[in-house]
């Protein structure tokens, strides 16, 4: 499995003035899977049919996607695939040449800050024992984008196949509307 | 399962708190738990805290203040979820009155020395969600926070030449005479040298808390959302192999036949290890039922390996237990079929508890109402599936465990591993959950069992399959309730008998006491009526048992106020007054094993319930009302519920829930508490179940073991929250349970004048109506 940044990324940390190798053997362009994964490029090179959760969890040590079941059920491995909700593990590799990934540790914004549905479940202590929180977000995000304002209402909130084992519904319903605008 | 530390026990705690002092002028505050603990013994502890990058200190302590004014402070007890990692910090914070914001909250994994052969528990009692950790904290911990303050105030008399009593601290800073500010970080390096008083220093006075009885979020809560809480789950070695697990069906069965072969050939299957419970290790403490685990350098393969495994596996002696025919044992042991035949009757296991007369009051009777309840089997099902990650090497073990009680969880690798006790180092990261279930460590055993097969660190991983059907289940339990009612419409006696298989079998309690899992002698409405009886009937299976969260209350709670309910509805009643006046004038009544039923705080809860949902329309709206209140070690409950039911749709329109839990720690993290625990209980009560066919559990994941999805719950829980801030806390992980069941089960009777007497309700109300 190896990791490639693309060429303007390789670019951009070559330090400055450091002097041209005489001789630049351009590197084999890698085979595999390429796929972009919270704005960086990867390549998976090992079997094709490993579900995503699993590249995810145990070659990058992406771990905010947590596991579910076989099926995804429940959405604690919730993800987003070129902008849509899925779960990780029903989403071989094979089928994610080109797609563009985000999971919950992608969803904070470039300078640090957290996205505003972070934020939201902090400010209303959405939390629990906080295992099913990152497929949550990522239900979410993909609901507000959908809705941008006014904010989701209990209807489009009710349509996320989310778990939550502690019960903390309330805070979540709670949290996803303040983070859609609305004063909940 | 409960330990109470008294008050007495905490002081003589107090007098041996330890004062460190780390490298670059920290001051360290330590609560060795055991009397000689020395100095020099604390310091050689070993470091919990690796993460810090600061080799300089042995943090054998719960408070740590270091010069640029930064607090440290450990949480002793794995969080589950209840907020303990929030609010047992906060006790602490506010007594020493650090600035919260610059306090960061350590978990402490396992505290262990050697203490000649034998474990000495460096930070004390560890163990969480039981409902006991802020109780036990409330008495132990402020001494910790008030050291640290006394230890500090003293650094700033001496700096200044003044009486420390002209001094004042707030929020990390001491004030001195003439407005003069000295913060905490600067005072850490003398305060460390000075020398604790012999006696325990003062706690606040209540009116001076400046964080306890405030709101505050969980301080895990950023790390949580942004996915950077590494979970056990989420903890991998590098050079660690993953194991993949399959258990017998049968609990008590064998392995039959194995082919290794196909899943060997898998590149990158490691090695199968087939594991097998140890005779005569309690439940808990060893593997759960047979089992083949496959090892492999990733979970991907290790999965793969499982599903090319070729096995079978033979029945044991329990091949043809149901739950059904348990059900059905259940129902004939309490209803007592004996009486109008010559049989004689069926003595009960146990009597829990006799009062007054109940056969003479039999005499006076006008009217008997009986009724009998029916609770299925349950698994815990937490949403992180039992995993454990284990490195053995020469003289060492080194584990993460999501554990509810590390300190049972390192009784098991010391068995196993005949390790020394300080040479076993466990951390507990957060937790996905417990509810009892990692009380037990079934899967440590596994862990360190496998890691020894493969001599390599190894990480075990539970799949949901395994997670929900391979379990220490809830009983299921037969209620069988009677009530006879005297002509002034007085309630003249109650005998209730309750049947189900004990969690406590073959765990080292007496046969006798095996009723303590199943029903407590103080639930409602014992205590209330002269004439009281309730038995219990053991009953025989071999699927495994444990403790699962609030229970008994929660059977107990479901027949009792479900039945109370249907006296009302018998005696023409609005089930409020029928409630009130069984709870009589504001009164204490002694319960068994010590402490007090507060009959005014239990109506007082009931009564703010009935106000919220606004209880008057109960007989003239058209959707259903309902309501239950329940009391446990003197916390004290209620809910309210209004349901709607069109065609087969059921729809809880509102839920209230009011508590009474004494003072309040945090009460953003009590409400949380409260409203989680409504909201559990409700996906549980509308559908889970666990059925056992030929031995078998037939539930096999989150397909047929299900939670609710959102439409199927309120929109929010509304909760009350009695601030009793006169009385100590209690614990409130428990408290909000038992009452959903009954307060939705009378609801939905009100709106579809169909009574469900057999959980799970959904499937009974559609097969009724």
Known sequence: MVQVRDAKTADSVARPGQSEPEQVTPEKIPEGIALEINGESYAHTGDPAMPLLWYLRDVLRLTGTKYA????????????????????????????????????EGLSLEDGRLHKLQQAFVDVDAIGCGYCIPGWLISASALLARHGKPSPSDDDINELPNFCRCGRQTQIRQAIKRAGGADA | MKARSTPDNALSRRRFLQVLAGGAGALIVGIPSARAADAAN??????????????????????????????????????TGTGVATALPRIIADEMDADWGKVKVVALGLGVSNNNGKPRWTYGRQIGGTGTSIPVAWNELRGVGALARWLLLQAAAAQWKVPASQLRCAAGMVTGPNGKRLDFGSLAKAAAKIKPPAKPVPLKTPDRFTLIGQPAGDVDATDIVTGRTAYVIDHHDADALVAVLVHC???????????TEPALKIKGVVKIVQLKPEPGQPPGQTVIAPAVAVVAESTWLALQGRDALKLEWEPGPSASQSSAALEQQGRDLVSDKSQGTDQPPVQPTARVRDEGDVDAAGKQAARRIDATYVQPWLAHACAETMNCSVRLEKNRAVLVVPTQAPQAAWQVVQRLTGLKPEQIEIQVPRVGGGYGRRLQHDFVAEAVLIAKAVNKPVSLFWTREQDVAHDYFTSGCVYDMHAIIGRKRELLAWRQRMASASSLVNRGVPDDQLWRSEISPNQLPAGLIENFRSDWFGQTAAMPRGPMRGMPDVHGAFAAESFIDEIAHQMRENPLDTRQRLLGEPRQIPLVGGGTLDTGRLANVLKLVAERIDWSRWLHTVNGLGMACWHIDGAYVAHAIEVSMTGKELTVVRAVCAADIGRVINPLGLEGQLAGATLAALSTTLHAAITIKKGQVQQQGWKDYTL????????????IVVADNDRPPTGASLIALPTVAPALANAVFRATAVRVRRLPLMPELLRLR
């Open chain 1, 69 to 104: 079941d076989a099926a995804g059920t429940g959405g604690f491995d919730r993800v987003l695939v070129n902008g849509k909700p899925v779960s990780a593990i029903t989403q071989p590799m094979s089928s994610l040449a080109g797609k563009r990934v985000v999971t919950v």
């Open chain 2, 42 to 79: 604390a310091a050689s502890a070993p470091i919990p805290l690796a993460w810090l990058g600061d080799p300089l200190f042995a943090l054998d302590a719960f408070v740590r203040v270091d010069a640029d004014g930064s607090v440290l402070i450990g949480a002793r007890d794995p969080d």
């Open chain 2, 249 to 259: 069906p049968w609990p008590d069965g064998s392995l039959k036949s194995i082919d």
């Open chain 2, 708 to 719: 609710a999805t959102m439409p199927q719950l309120p929109n929010k829980v509304e909760t």
